[in-house]
């Protein structure tokens, strides 16, 4: 015996448009991304050039690097380069997920970008920030490479 094919729906069972649902933003009043004044898209560069001093870089990336370990699928000699977008609330914190922006083609890549993201998180709150200049460092490019994390594939 030869079993049946099973049956589709009706046509008439099937909406033929589903109507959308608003977007979040304007469903809940809410402005949800970027500040309005970020002009292009998530891959686009920075909007303008952090105007922070080399000190409070140099702070941020060392504090930065005691949070940061190498995956071990990476070696320290890869030739492997992720930049991500970070924005930061005034007290020095993630304001949302890092997005990647740039990356090297690599298999090792997603790992390297995962080990970036979690350094992040962990090591907030980025404290040696200068307050008064938070317009200028509220959302960041940062740039990795395996020399800018700790401990390695041993």
């Known amino acids: 015996m030869v079993p049946s094919p099973p049956s589709l729906p009706s046509p008439s069972a099937v909406p033929a448009v589903i109507p959308?649902?608003?977007?979040?933003?304007?469903k809940y009043h809410v402005l949800l991304g970027l500040p309005n004044d970020h002009v292009g898209g998530f891959d686009?560069?920075?909007y303008k050039t952090a105007d922070v001093d080399d000190s409070h870089i140099a702070a941020f990336r060392?504090?930065?690097?005691?949070?940061?370990?190498?995956p071990k699928s990476v070696a320290p000699s890869d030739a492997i380069k992720i930049m991500l977008r970070i924005n930061m609330t005034p007290?020095?914190?993630l304001a949302s997920?890092?997005?990647?922006v740039e990356a090297s083609a690599s298999a090792k890549g997603p790992a390297l970008m995962q080990s970036a993201i979690h350094a992040l998180q962990a090591c907030q709150p980025y404290a040696m920030l200068p307050a008064d200049r938070y317009g200028e460092w509220k959302v960041l490019d940062l740039s990795f490479t395996p020399q800018d994390?700790?401990?390695g594939n041993g």
């Open 91 to 93: 007290d020095g914190r």
């Open 44 to 46: 686009a560069p920075a």
């Open 97 to 100: 997920e890092p997005i990647l």
């Open 62 to 70: 060392r504090h930065l690097k005691t949070c940061s370990i190498l």
């Open 20 to 26: 959308q649902e608003p977007d979040v933003s304007i």
């Open 149 to 151: 994390f700790t401990g």
